[in-house]
């Protein structure tokens, strides 16, 4: 049943100078987790995702591999990018390309208006400048270089020289916004989370915000600034406007109105972007900024942060081809907290595969089916009286929904998880307090071995609806297994416990099958 709510959630767009690691795969799932979730809620969820394929980092890596810059990002959205979401099994609603007619048209719409309104003048500047970050860098992100660059200045993030650039170029009046951007901060407390990453972000503004340089004449990789086609757009402008390019801004259908604002789910090296320049542009046209700005933490391998340079950029697939997406998006939202830095490493990967979804649910939901096909031909004991011991399954299911909803309003998938897997391990508790195979064994206890398969099963339906925006390939499997009836994404979390079956279970393969590593 529909809610009536409008969730509309994004990813960042991902620059196609490279192709994908886990680290950009983690925001993808968060996102995804997160749409799944409302979609099975009934709101009216979109899901977006894309590419950043303007700017000059994306015009040298272009060159560097003898390539026009669109043949350039043809080629790694079509190998690289576009494959990733399968790979993923994500559900996003709309993929967005930056060089896409539609986004280039209403960026240059945006634009016109921005500059009618007065917020854009010309003027001549010279900076540092990062082209990893494709940003102006300010003071407090300029070091002095070691080693190899040392006597240079280099880029707090990427380490590496920056270039001195001297332009004439288009500015936004970004000082002119500083103080409603601090009074919307305080009015909206929930705009920047986690709490961190708003201190931060405050702290920047308070510091004081300088006028942002908005178009570039040094290269000719971009769209075209409207009003004077001598300049090309920041990429960081056209980047960020890719939130209201791909929901139709400026059409008039209603489109825009139905979705707008949205949740940004960023990385944490892009925060001020997001939190500042964005939301900036918007009250300068007095539309309302996103409804909240998460920064993700970063994804460290080895404990440094991920990085192709250093090697430590592993492909999605390297993963998935082991373990399946299921493995991956669970362990990803599992084992890191949304909003801080998180480590991955094979060996946890594979301790938690084996431990949690292997025996934890999949041994789970293969000895319950097994025992309901062995003890009561396959029929799910119904009309059976129930013990306190079973209530006691229903109350911590009740308390799995209620507290696994909580923390997805929050953004926090990872106590989703632990909240539901609570229910997991009771209900292994469960089976292993009850012993339905000694109850077989006298028939005097056919009726309370019914009640604990009953039980065991309508367990194993919630464990299907609440997992199902985590796992949705285990779960779709196990809800054909139990004789779910009705599509399993489109039953609300709140009514997991009401799920209704055909009254049989059929065969259920192994969930996730135990994995031999060398």
Not at 220 to 226: A, F, T, Y
Request: negative net charge; contains cysteine; charged residues 25%.
């Amino acid at each position: 049943m529909a809610s009536g709510e409008s969730f509309y959630v994004t990813t960042p767009i991902f620059y196609v100078n490279d192709v994908p690691h886990i680290g950009h795969a983690y925001a993808e799932v968060a996102a995804d987790v997160l749409a799944r979730w409302h979609r099975q809620r009934g709101d009216d969820t979109w899901f977006l995702t894309g590419t950043d394929e303007h700017g000059q980092k994306i015009m040298r890596s272009a060159v560097a591999n003898n390539m026009q810059p669109q043949q350039w990002a043809d080629k790694l959205v079509d190998e690289a990018w576009r494959p990733m979401l399968q790979t993923l099994n994500l559900s996003n609603d709309d993929f967005i390309r930056t060089t896409e007619e539609r986004h280039e048209t209403r960026v240059q719409k945006f634009l016109t208006q921005l500059n009618d309104a007065g917020f854009i003048y010309e003027d001549e500047f010279e900076a540092l400048y990062c082209v990893g970050c494709e940003e102006f860098k300010p003071d407090s992100e300029i070091v002095d270089g070691e080693g190899q660059y040392e006597g240079q200045k280099v880029c707090a993030i990427h380490s590496k020289p920056m270039e001195l650039l001297k332009e004439r170029n288009y500015f936004f009046k970004l000082s002119a916004l500083q103080q409603p951007l601090l009074d919307y901060y305080e009015a909206n407390p929930d705009f920047i989370q986690p709490t961190s990453a708003r201190n931060e972000v405050i702290s920047f503004v308070q510091s004081g915000l300088h006028d942002l340089s908005i178009s570039r004449t040094s290269f000719d990789w971009g769209i075209k600034v409207p009003w004077d086609e001598s300049h090309i757009v920041y990429v960081w402008v056209d980047a960020l406007l890719n939130y209201f390019t791909a929901i139709g801004y400026g059409d008039g259908d209603g489109q825009f109105e139905r979705r707008w604002p949205g949740h940004h789910i960023v990385g944490k090296d892009i925060l001020r972007f997001h939190a500042v320049i964005w939301p900036a542009m918007l009250l300068a046209m007095k539309i309302e900024p996103p409804k909240r700005v998460f920064a993700t933490g970063w994804l460290l391998v080895g404990g440094e942060k991920m990085s192709k340079s250093k090697l430590t950029g592993i492909p999605p697939q390297e993963i998935t081809d082991t373990f399946g997406s299921d493995a991956f998006r669970y362990y990803f939202m599992r084992a890191i907290h949304l909003g801080q830095d998180g480590s991955f490493s094979w060996e946890d990967l594979s301790a938690r595969y084996h431990a949690e979804l292997a025996n934890g649910f999949g041994n789970l939901a293969s000895r319950v089916i097994s025992m309901v096909k062995k003890y009561f031909d396959g029929e799910i004991p119904a009309d059976v009286q129930r013990h306190v011991d079973d209530d006691a399954i229903f109350e911590i299911a009740r308390t799995s929904i209620h507290d696994s909803e909580e923390a997805i309003d929050r953004f926090a998938v990872d106590q989703a998880i632990a909240a539901i897997w609570k229910l997991v391990d009771a209900l292994n508790l469960f089976i292993t307090d009850q012993q339905p195979w000694v109850l077989a064994k006298d028939e005097s206890n056919r009726e309370r071995l019914a009640a604990v398969l009953a039980t065991a099963v309508r367990g194993l339906g919630v464990l299907a609806v609440l997992l199902n925006p985590i796992t949705p390939l285990a779960t779709e499997k196990l809800w054909a297994a139990i004789g779910g009836e009705g599509a399993l994404s489109e039953i609300a979390p709140t009514e997991a416990l009401e799920w209704r079956s055909n009254g049989r279970v059929s065969d259920l393969a192994s969930l996730f099958p135990r994995i031999e590593q060398e």
